[in-house]
Structure formats: structure tokens, C-alpha cells
């Protein structure tokens, strides 16, 4: 039996769940990243120098010295809100999701986006701090009061939402484009709304932090995305199937055609697992022996004519039968055994002698 090496498919993902290889990079900036995140929240509940900063800052009330730009930030602070760039960022990776036949662009949003809610949702909710239009003491760090301010969802949403298109790009640049596109959304939408005092300037920091880890944290939730995506084509081909339609054909490897023939059925690794075929005997008559057996020798399509046509001069002489007089009324058909000398007809005779 033949065997052919199996030929790699051209997008093919990788099978093996492993764990991602943490680099040098990638270990410095999570260490930076955990260290302002840490510092960030140590100093607002110590009321350090920071928080004198945010009260600064909030009482410069940016919205009333430059009060020209309100307008037009007043609608850009909504490339941060979750419900409009979700959607945007969504509806793109749909259409990736449909030209790529995979799921992946979609679940990592998606993934990316409930680990954003659950991790800044707690934070938000656990120190309860107050805005800096609802803030009550001045020089306070406004904690425990009921608020939801801190970190700024915002900022990290604008972090996530937009870095994830960075995340997802497959050539180094269209990543660094990305990179650059979500950066000035993070940094613009931060700053924004600081500039409409619905944020302190540690919550923005806060919400930097916060959406970079995040980004971080994706490459190690790989493989739960990785059995989600398998599972949802699963529940979606069973869901066809019991509604009747007919099931959606599963992408093959290319593979190498079996030599011999230009038409010849491309050749599967699942060929090459099959038992080898037994020969098929042949009759009298030419065909196979058998109702199932198959013509062993392929068909020629202009099979060798054995009776070739003979030229004219080729050709026997062919002595006719029979007279080729037609046919008389008064002719009388001379007999076989008369003998000379007998009257043939109309009072004639004739002599045989002297």
C-alpha cells in the first residue's frame, strides 16, 4: 500500500492547547503594568499626592477654560462608551468571521469584553468612590460612598474595544496601525472626559491599567476559546440537522492528486488507510466476473478499429448469381436437362449434325 506525506493546510490552526510562552516583552510589561495598577490604587486610598492631583485638576475645570472643544468631545467620549464601539468593533469582525470561515475574531471580543465587566465591575463596586461632581469634602478621596467611578470604564473599555483589533491583525503592520489607532482612542477618551470632570485623573490611570491587563491576559485564555469555537460548531451543525437543512460540508485538506491520470480523484490521507484492493477477474466475454467488479484496464477513449476498410482495387471480384435480364411475360425458362436438337419455341428446331 502507498503512502503519501500529508500536506499542511494553508490557515491551519494549531491543535495543541499548550500554554503560551511568556517572553521577556511580555513578562516586563505585565510587571509594569501590575506595578501602576498597584501604585494607582495604594495612593488614592493612602490620599496621597495623588489624589491632591485629581482635586487640581477638578477644580481648573477644564470644560471652562477651553469651552469651544465641549461640543465636539462631548460626542468623541463615545468611542469609549461599550455599547456603540461594541457593536462597530463587532459588525468588522463578523465580516472577518465570515471571509475566514472561524469564530475566533468574534470570541475574542466577546471574551474580552465580559473579563472587562467582571474584573473593573468589582473594582468599581468594592471601593465605591464618588465623581468629582457628586464629591462632598474637598481634598477627600471620595472612597466607600457608594460610587462607581473608579476606574474609569471608559478609559478601559477604550483600551479593550480597540485594542483588540491589534490583537487580532496578522501582518506586523496592520498591528502596528492598530496599535496606533487604539492608543489615541485610549489616550483621547481618558483625557476627555477628565476634560468633562466626570472622571478623576487617577481614575483614567486606573482604566489604563485595568484595560492593558486585559489585553494581556487574552493569549492565556486561548485554549477556552478554542473549545468554545469547537462546541458552537458542533451545537450549530446538530441544530441543522434536526431543522432539516442540509449540513454545512467540512473544509479538507488540500491534497496531492494520484499521479497517472490529470483527472485522477485528488488522493486523501484517508486513501492510504484503506485495505488494498483485490484484482477482478475478467470472463469470456470481457467483462468482469461479478455484478460489482470493476474493468481492471481503464477504457481508452479512441480505441484501435480491427476491420479496416480495403480499397476498390483491393477488393475480390464478385461473380452475380443469377441473369441479369429482367424478367419476361412469353419467355419460357430453358430447362436444365434439354438436349440440342428440341423444338425451343415459335415452330424452330435445330440440328446438332449434318
Known amino acids: 500500500m502507498r503512502t503519501e506525506e500529508k500536506l499542511p493546510e ?18 516586563w510589561l505585565l510587571g509594569s ?17 495623588l489624589v491632591k492631583l485629581d482635586w487640581q485638576v477638578m477644580l481648573f475645570r477644564p470644560y471652562k477654560q477651553w469651552p469651544e472643544f465641549h461640543t465636539f468631545l462631548d460626542y468623541f467620549v463615545v468611542m469609549g462608551q ?31 469584553l465580559l473579563l472587562l465587566n467582571f474584573t473593573v465591575g468589582a473594582v468599581k463596586l468594592g471601593f465605591g ?43 506586523p503592520l496592520a498591528r502596528r496601525i492598530a496599535s496606533l489607532i487604539a492608543t489615541g482612542f485610549a489616550f483621547g477618551v481618558g483625557m476627555t472626559t477628565v476634560y468633562l470632570g466626570t472622571h478623576w485623573l487617577s481614575d483614567v490611570v486606573l482604566g489604563w491599567a485595568a484595560g492593558v491587563l486585559v489585553l494581556l491576559a487574552l493569549p492565556w485564555l486561548e485554549p477556552v476559546m478554542y473549545r468554545a469555537e469547537v462546541l458552537l460548531l458542533e451545537m450549530w451543525h446538530r441544530l441543522r440537522q434536526h431543522s432539516g437543512k442540509a449540513p454545512v460540508p467540512v473544509r479538507v485538506p488540500a491534497a496531492r492528486p494520484v499521479a497517472g491520470s490529470i483527472l485522477a ?14 484484482p477482478v477477474g475478467v470472463a469470456g466475454n470481457g467483462r468482469p466476473a461479478g455484478p460489482t467488479a470493476r474493468i481492471a484496464e481503464p477504457r481508452q477513449h479512441h480505441p484501435v478499429r480491427q476491420h479496416q476498410h480495403t ?6 471480384p ?11 411475360s412469353d419467355r419460357v425458362p430453358r430447362a436444365a436437362g434439354t438436349p440440342f436438337g428440341s423444338t425451343t419455341g415459335r415452330g424452330r428446331t435445330t440440328a446438332t449434325g449434318g
Do not use: K
Not at 85 to 112: D, E, N
Not at 144 to 170: E, Q, R
Not at 265 to 278: G, V
Open 33 to 49: 503594568t501590575l506595578a501602576v495598577y498597584a501604585a494607582t490604587v495604594i495612593g488614592v486610598l493612602t490620599t496621597s499626592w
Open 129 to 171: 468612590r464618588l465623581g468629582p461632581h457628586y464629591a462632598t469634602t474637598v481634598g477627600s478621596n471620595e472612597m466607600w460612598a457608594n460610587g462607581d467611578i473608579f476606574p474609569s470604564g471608559h478609559t478601559a473599555n477604550a483600551v479593550v474595544t480597540w485594542g483588540v483589533l491589534a490583537y487580532l491583525a496578522t501582518t
Open 311 to 316: 480499397t476498390r482495387s483491393e477488393r475480390p
Open 318 to 328: 464478385v461473380t452475380p448469381g443469377g441473369s441479369r435480364r429482367p424478367p419476361h
Open 82 to 112: 461599550r455599547g456603540p464601539t461594541a457593536v462597530a468593533v463587532a459588525a468588522w469582525l463578523g465580516w472577518c468571521c465570515h471571509r475566514q470561515r472561524t469564530m475566533r475574531p468574534l470570541l475574542v471580543l466577546g471574551t474580552s
Open 265 to 278: 480523484t485528488p488522493r486523501t490521507a484517508q486513501d492510504d488507510e484503506l485495505p488494498p484492493r483485490e
Open 10 to 27: 494553508a490557515e491551519e490552526r494549531p491543535t495543541d492547547l499548550a500554554r503560551p510562552r511568556m517572553t521577556r516583552t511580555r513578562r
